[in-house]
């Protein structure tokens, strides 16, 4: 089945730690997506790509680092310096980005957590 | 500022009691507006695309609609497996380039027997 894997589903982080978030798709999408999800807000772009080796920042990039060297695969890095990491992430692909207007699907999401 | 709201914040309804949830939407040059399911611990799950006002899409009991200002979510005799948190987004022209979605903070409907 085509889809968008996010691993691991829970993970927790220590002080001073960098930690990096999976997302990976077989729908033979462009454009991929990082988003993030605090309760009783809506979801917030950290980072996206439209392309392999391209990336933009979104309006939350600060403490996140991401890469894009294959179609498939967009891992997102939250750093040390991202204060309050404690939120849930969810991983998004569609066919193109830009003024395609198509669709975004979802995974279903990292929740992480400081230990 | 775009913005995207989403009313009411929670809804709870008998099952078969009929009722709409509504999004409005303040951006300059609608691309496209979204409708999402998210189920708790779920990322969300794509119901509707639409592009013009005066459009709708149906699925099962959902009925999605359009105009220039906001859209709605008619739910008709509701079953309590379509309790979840539905959620709203817009595509505008600002942005577009990005590919970027505006999301509302989501209504949670809960349907219970």
Redesign the interface.
Known sequence: DGG?T?SPKYLFRKEGQNVTLSCEQNLNHD?M?WYRQDP??????IY?S?IVNDF?K?DIAEGYSVSREKKESFPLTVTSAQKNPTAFY?C?S?I??????????????T?LSIL | EDQ?TQSPEALRLQEGESSSLNCSYTVSGL??L?W?RQDP??????LF?L?SAGEEKEKERLKATLTKKESFLHITAPKPEDSATY?C?V?ADRG???????????TQLTVWP
């Not at chain 1, 009783?40 to 772009?45: C, D, F, I, S, V």
């Not at chain 1, 193109?96 to 999401?109: I, K, L, V």
């Not at chain 2, 577009?96 to 989501?106: H, I």
């Open positions: 968008i996010q454009a997506y009783g807000q809506g979801l917030r772009l996206y439209q933009q979104g969810l998004a569609s193109r980005g830009g003024r395609s207007n198509q669709p975004q699907h979802f995974g279903d999401g929740r | 995207v691309r496209g979204f999402y611990g779920k990322g969300p799950e794509f695309t592009y959620l987004a595509q577009s380039t990005l590919g970027r979605l505006y999301f509302g903070r989501g």
